[in-house]
């Protein structure tokens, strides 16, 4: 009964977007395989719901203490919109991550305004809880704007995929191993389900990239930095003339989908290009702006001419030290099936 539940739910998934080629039963038995075992080791998966009642009460002076006066040693990123710092409350000692808005941009008081409008209502294992917005005046009188969320403890996708020299100068490199990939391939196809359709009106996240998504302890992905992130009204789904060009380009190079480059509206399909991306970029080790990729040549036609018979040949070499370390083969036999998801849902045209 176990698995005919979890098939029936893969099943929904991936006919959600109406990709034919996902209701393959291979495909959706090769997830079947790697969804028993997730579900093992991770409780099933909540749905969307109010989270008005649990949001902290957190002051100016509260989060200056946590951070120690937002102090450098406690910075964990930074960007044009704003910095990151990594506080502890002194009252019951969570630990939290604050982000400091920069109003002298003008994109960050928009960013603000998205990102509570997209979060105040919803909760699911797969996206990162906001637990209070703050808005307001510093000790010397500036506006002030900060979000507080809870701390990813295992820091970016982006930091896993892609260590920086720090990181590989500790004594623990950061690898993700085949199984780990897929985990977090898996928890962020929730969290697009739940935000596509679980919520009063869908949210498109518009940024989807390995930046965004963070990992907690147990290795869990949430999706991260809903400051582009667009509500669906029902006056926008009826208005097929709202253009993202009218917005300004929303998303980043490499992950933004092809049409919102050329003014199409925005759509829940920008999110799964973005996701087919990510795919593709999780199992072959490259990022879709690498240099190879040029004059329409990108990561989708790369695994296009490669499939099926060369797969081994651009998978990260991470993943090939693995499969010599382990001596068989049992796990790289489902790398095809991967890579089609990612190549369907990175295709060119969204329909």
């Known amino acids: 009964m176990q698995l005919e539940r979890i098939h029936q739910k893969i099943k929904h998934f991936f006919q959600i977007n109406n990709f034919n080629c996902f209701c393959d039963l291979g495909v959706t038995l090769v997830f079947s395989f790697f969804l028993i075992l997730w579900f093992r080791k991770k409780k099933e998966q909540p749905t969307a719901t109010c989270a008005k009642n649990s ?13 120690d006066g937002f102090s450098g040693q406690n910075l964990v ?43 105040r209502n919803i909760r699911h294992r797969n996206l990162v809880k906001v637990l209070t917005a703050i808005s307001g005046a510093d000790y010397q009188g ?29 004594e623990r490199i950061r690898n993700l191993n085949f199984f780990q990939r897929v985990n977090v391939v898996v928890d962020v196809a929730h969290a697009l389900e739940c935000l596509h359709h679980h919520c009063d009106a869908p949210i498109i996240h518009c940024d989807l990239k390995p930046s965004n998504i963070l990992l907690d302890e147990e290795m869990v992905g949430h999706i ?33 989908p092809p049409e919102y480059g050329m003014g199409s509206e925005l759509s829940t399909k920008g999110d799964v290009y ?15 702006t690498n240099e190879m990729f040029k004059e329409g040549f990108n990561l989708h036609n790369f695994v296009v001419a490669t499939l099926p018979g060369r797969v081994i040949e651009f998978i990260d070499p991470i993943l090939l030290e693995e499969r010599v370390k382990q ?6 036999q489902f790398l095809n099936s991967i890579f089609e998801i990612g190549i369907t849902c990175s295709a060119g045209i969204p329909k």
């Open 77 to 119: 990123g930074s960007g044009n919109i704003g910095s990151v710092y990594k506080g502890i409350l002194e009252e019951n000692g969570v630990v939290i991550a604050v982000k400091v808005l920069n109003l002298l941009t003008h994109e960050a008081s928009r960013s603000f305004l998205a990102e509570c409008e997209a979060l």
């Open 327 to 332: 001596g068989n083969d049992r796990h790289f």
């Open 274 to 288: 973005s996701y087919g991306i990510l795919v593709l970029e999780m199992f072959t080790g490259k990022r879709p």
């Open 224 to 256: 991260s930095d809903f400051g582009l992130a667009k509500i669906l009204s029902a006056d926008l789904l009826n208005n097929s003339t709202t253009q993202s060009s009218s917005l300004g380009l929303r998303g980043t190079i490499g992950y933004a």
């Open 55 to 67: 949001l902290l009460q957190l002051s100016y002076q509260s989060i200056l203490r946590a951070t």
């Open 142 to 170: 500036n506006h002030f704007k900060a979000l507080v969320y809870e701390f990813m403890a295992n820091g970016s996708l982006e930091d896993w995929l892609y260590p920086s020299v720090g990181m590989i100068e500790q």
